[in-house]
C-alpha cells in the first residue's frame, strides 16, 4: 500500500512540472541602430538584465540578438523593451 502512495506521489509531481509549460526558448531578433562596434555591447548587456534571460548573442554584422531565456521568467516582450529603451529597437525575425 505505501508503495502505491509513493507512485502516485512521483506521478503528480511530473504531471505538475508537464503542466506549467515553462521552459527554456530561443528567439531571434533584428536589432535596429547597431552603427558601431560597441553597440553590440550595450545592446548584450541590456538584454542579459532581464530576468530569466540565459544567453544573448549579439551580431553588429547579422544586426541580430539571439536570446536564450526562462519563459517563466522572462516575455519576448521584454526582451524588446529592454533594447529598444537602449535606443535600440527590435523585432522578432521570423
Known amino acids: 500500500m505505501r508503495g502505491i502512495g509513493v507512485v502516485l506521489v512521483l506521478?503528480?509531481?511530473v504531471l505538475a512540472a508537464?503542466?506549467?509549460g515553462a521552459g527554456e526558448q530561443t528567439v531571434t531578433l533584428a536589432v535596429e541602430n547597431?552603427?558601431?562596434a560597441a553597440?553590440?555591447?550595450i545592446v548584450k548587456q541590456r538584454l542579459?538584465?532581464?530576468q530569466g534571460v540565459r544567453r544573448a548573442q549579439v551580431s553588429y554584422e547579422?544586426?541580430?540578438a539571439v536570446v536564450t531565456f526562462d519563459d517563466a521568467k522572462?516575455?519576448?516582450d521584454r526582451l524588446i523593451e529592454a533594447t529598444t529603451r537602449a535606443g535600440y529597437p527590435?523585432?522578432?525575425v521570423k
Open 34 to 36: 547597431m552603427d558601431c
Open 11 to 13: 506521478g503528480l509531481v
Open 18 to 20: 508537464g503542466v506549467s
Open 74 to 76: 522572462a516575455t519576448v
Open 39 to 41: 553597440c553590440p555591447l
Open 90 to 92: 527590435a523585432r522578432v
Open 62 to 64: 547579422r544586426k541580430t
Open 48 to 50: 542579459t538584465k532581464v
